[in-house]
């Protein structure tokens, strides 16, 4: 009987043909889904990733709570990398003598 090199776990070969494997099917690399590079939760200044929307591959999309309430629906790099950190409302925001 064969274990997982990794685990431990019996490895089950019924059916399997070609050479034994080592890792069972747990532990074998797979092709994953490429996972989001912020978890839900993350925060980006006033902004919490609230959840991921659909969207096409690689243009990852989510809903933003901002600290006053509001709910955006932004690109999550444009707001990882460009910054836009609370949803613009300069009444609910104001500038505190901070760079424009
Ligand atoms: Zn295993
Ligand atoms: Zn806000």
Redesign the pocket.
Known sequence: MLT??????L?DRTGIAGAAPA??????PRRVAPQPPFPVGTRFGRYTLVEYTPSLPGLARARFRCDCGRIKELQVSNVAQRGAHDCGDRVRHPRLGGRG
Request: positive net charge.
């Open positions: 997982c090199r990794s685990c431990g776990k490895i890792l069972c099917d747990e532990c074998r």
